[in-house]
């Protein structure tokens, strides 16, 4: 029986929580052998993730450093993948949407000539600088990747407009809906304060995350007020805001929402904790990507803390709103949604656009495919015909 050797290479908190369902189903397969490399590139963040979904890297760069700079992650990581690819001499190696190590996986796959997959592909804001690394580390990998599994039509249709070829582009959904399907449960019980005695039926609990490099400074400090702002102008509004370890970020946050009533400024949770507080809470407030795809799914509208965002697909489906960062633009999106019963139930029961959850499988297909285990590639997911 042919069998393929497939390496997966991730380095942070959101690939591995999107890249487990999918190293799940290869290791499942007869017809794959897998090989998992970790660049740790966020060391405590991905251990999380790690030990929750079951998965033991093979090879760990373990490339961390404190404040550490992009340069200084791309060339670690570069070094470290050049040693494992010669190691196992995989036959694809897959990296999943635009981080440092995505572009720096997929640039050691090219200088190796093994064939590049790469998962999440498409997403663009056509703003190079926004979000910063990360638009232009996804544009590089789309150059340097064999195989595009894109989430959804519009990605497939950003990487078209490339001149990627079309036979190498397959629609699979996101697979951060299938790891969200594993982690949501009614019955979780959380066991931190506040999360632990919050009282989600009569209070509106809004979610906010808050943590982009283009947000640093003053933009941050427009969106903190603005939910200062909302807290003091709803009494039933509470706030939890796992507030990320970038001091820049903790020190704005502290010096604007430390104190104030209904505002919880908490530690980072981890994914199982953070998967629940989203399907409980009222709304999300955020300036993150992934959380886009997720919440939606929950049935929860999400405000975007940015001016553009690459997946307009939500904003078209009516699950997220553009909410930008300024102060005055921030308070009425949310003062929209805790007033208008309406728009916010046509947000909450929006079709999202992301999948499915069965976007793991539609990869594995498309990879025995591609490697001519399978005569026809998967059908494209298409979110008309419903999401999770």
């Known amino acids: 029986m042919k069998r393929i050797k497939v390496m997966t290479v991730f380095g942070t908190r959101p690939e591995a929580i999107k890249m487990a369902p999918l190293v799940k ?3 499942e397969s007869g017809y794959i052998e897998t090989t998992v490399c970790v660049t740790a590139q966020h060391r405590e963040m991905l251990d999380q993730v790690l030990e929750l979904f079951g998965i033991v890297p093979d090879y760990d760069l373990d490339i961390m450093r404190e404040r550490q700079t992009l340069t200084g992650v791309t060339v670690r990581a570069l070094e470290g993948l050049e040693r494992v690819l010669d190691s196992v001499k995989p036959d694809a190696l897959l990296v999943h949407g635009d981080t440092t190590t995505t572009f720096a996986g997929s640039l050691a796959g090219f200088y190796r000539h093994v064939r590049v997959g790469h998962v999440e592909a498409g997403l663009r804001t056509f703003d190079r600088y926004s979000p910063y690394p990360e638009e232009i580390n996804r544009r590089l990998a789309g150059v340097l990747s064999d195989m595009h599994f894109a989430p959804t039509a519009g990605a497939k249709d950003n990487l078209m407009r490339e001149n990627v070829p079309e036979k190498s582009i397959v629609v699979t959904g996101n697979t951060v809906i299938d790891a969200l399907v594993q982690a949501v449960d009614s019955g979780y019980r959380f066991t931190q304060p506040p999360l632990k005695d919050m009282d989600f039926s009569s209070k509106r609990i809004i979610l906010l995350t808050c943590h982009r490099r283009e947000n640093i400074g003053g933009p941050m400090e427009e969106i903190f007020n603005a939910v200062r702002d909302i807290t003091e102008s709803y009494k039933d509004v509470e706030v939890v805001y796992p507030v990320h370890r970038n001091p820049a970020v903790l020190d704005t946050a502290r010096s604007i929402l430390e104190g104030k009533e209904r505002i919880h400024l908490i530690e980072p949770l981890n994914y199982l904790p953070f998967a629940n507080l989203m399907g409980r809470c009222f709304m999300v407030m955020t300036d993150s990507g992934g959380i886009q795809e997720e919440a939606p799914s929950l049935g929860k ?6 001016e553009v965002t690459e997946r307009p697909e939500a904003v078209q489906a009516g699950t997220v709103r553009l909410a930008g960062v300024k102060r005055a633009n921030v308070v009425k999106a949310a003062s929209e949604l805790l007033e208008d019963e309406k728009l916010y ?10 999948g499915d959850g069965r976007a793991s499988q539609r990869i594995v297909d498309a990879l025995l495919y591609f490697f001519g285990i399978n005569e026809k590639p998967p059908e494209d997911f298409c979110h008309v015909s419903g999401g999770v």
């Open 345 to 354: 139930n046509d947000m909450a029961h929006a079709v999202n656009p992301y």
């Open 25 to 27: 189903l290869m290791k």
């Open 301 to 306: 509208p999400v405000l975007v803390l940015r």
